[in-house]
């Protein structure tokens, strides 16, 4: 049987393989089996916001769903192979399968959102979570399902 080791909040923010200028998470706010929260201030400078759109820039559906993956979907693969795969975790990649997600409001540059990701299943390196965006004043951004697979690199 493999070995098992439990990462923290704290421990799985550095494994998050997206950087800058493609990190689209500043903290893990929780995580556990079923239940990962980030939160994320969108930057007045990205290059995005140049052409989308000129003098109104507003964050492109594309990054929010990013947004939502990299707070939710890869922290708990990351947890997950931690837990179930430690001896080679390092050599597994969540990607994103699938995704169904419903838009309610447009965030701006300087935008502070918090996502919260609730576990629908893990199995075989699968995991599909509920996710939730929100802004400061608890407004709803999006919502929808997304889902990932640890692939072995």
């Given amino acids: 049987m493999a070995d098992s080791r439990i990462l923290t909040r704290e421990e799985v923010l550095p ?13 893990i706010l929780e995580l556990g089996e079923d239940r990962v929260v980030g939160r994320y201030t969108w930057n007045p400078e990205l290059d995005c916001y140049r052409g ?5 820039p507003v964050t492109p559906g594309v990054l929010l769903v990013e947004c939502m993956g990299q707070c939710g979907v890869v922290p708990l693969g990351l947890y997950f192979s931690y837990r179930d795969h430690a001896d080679d ?4 990649m969540t990607f994103f399968t699938d995704t169904t997600v419903d838009f309610n409001r447009s965030v701006f540059p300087g935008d502070t959102v918090t996502v919260t990701s609730d576990l629908v299943f893990y199995r075989r390196r699968k995991v599909r979570v509920e996710s939730e965006m929100r802004l400061e004043d608890g407004t709803v951004v999006c919502s929808g399902t997304l889902a990932g697979m640890g692939v072995t690199q």
């Fill in 52 to 56: 989308h759109f000129p003098g109104n």
């Fill in 89 to 92: 975790a390092e050599k597994i």
């Fill in 15 to 27: 494994l998050i393989p997206q950087r800058p200028p493609f990190r689209f998470v500043d903290e």
